[in-house]
T-cell receptor, first 111, second 113 residues
Framework: KNEVEQSPQNLTAQEGEFITINCSYS?????LHWLQQHPGGGIVSLFM???GKKKHGRLIATINIQEKHSSLHITASHPRDSAVYIC?????????????FGKGTKLSVKP | EPEVTQTPSHQVTQMGQEVILRCVPI?????FYWYRQILGQKVEFLVS????????KSEIFDDQFSVERPDGSNFTLKIRSTKLEDSAMYFC???????????FGDGTRLSIL
């Protein structure tokens, strides 16, 4: 069974700082997802990736398949980025919906 | 932008009662999912549904749970004889193909008294 570990668990940053959140997993995967959970509970999919790097606005996600590691970067952070960021993985041979989730990283960006 | 919608946003039910959580996935999507998140814990997979049948389910999804797509738009999760430990946020998600990300609803907070 895959284990998904995220670090740090909590992160406080000043507005404008560059932020990195890390995710590691124990077993080979088919895809990795980065999700954002708002204070009200709603979940938004940010990225789905199986190799390399993806960028959307100020967000960048990278994955190293050999090292079983992914990072989510936020450039020029803003208070509206404050949320819980969750890494989730889908295993080979399983349904693509059977995601295993990390515990999340709670990010707070101060003005 | 199309959204996954879930109703109700909050459901309070007495222990032992049946509850139905409703979801309207995005209209052209083919793959449907239910997840739950107990307060303070990580999100957990419950069940995936494709082509009018369950494609995979977790250990959590025991005989008290069932899913149904009764018409072309709704996707429901039924919990029979609810227990206190069923209290959680339940998320529905959908996607149009397996190589696309899932779209999540805002969740239904289920409180069992």
């Amino acid at each position: 069974k895959n284990e998904v570990e995220q670090s740090p668990q909590n992160l406080t940053a000043q507005e404008g700082e560059f932020i990195t959140i890390n995710c590691s997993y124990s077993v080979g995967i088919s895809a990795l997802h980065w999700l954002q959970q708002h204070p009200g509970g709603g979940i938004v999919s940010l990225f789905m990736l199986s190799s390399g790097k993806k960028k959307h606005g100020r967000l960048i996600a990278t994955i190293n398949i050999q090292e079983k590691h992914s990072s989510l970067h936020i450039t020029a952070s803003h208070p509206r980025d404050s949320a819980v960021y969750i890494c989730a993985v889908g295993n080979y041979g399983g349904s693509q919906g059977n995601l295993i989730f990390g515990k999340g990283t709670k990010l707070s960006v101060k003005p | 932008e199309p959204e996954v919608t879930q109703t109700p946003s909050h459901q309070v039910t007495q222990m032992g009662q049946e509850v139905i959580l409703r979801c309207v996935p995005i209209s052209n999507h083919l793959y449907f999912y239910w997840y739950r998140q107990i307060l303070g814990q990580k999100v957990e997979f419950l069940v995936s549904f494709y082509n009018n049948e369950i494609s995979e389910k977790s250990e959590i999804f025991d005989d008290q749970f069932s899913v149904e797509r009764p018409d072309g738009s709704n996707f429901t999760l039924k919990i029979r004889s609810t227990k206190l430990e069923d209290s959680a946020m339940y998320f529905c998600a959908s996607r149009d193909s397996e190589d696309q990300p899932q779209h999540f609803g805002d969740g239904t907070r289920l409180s069992i008294l």
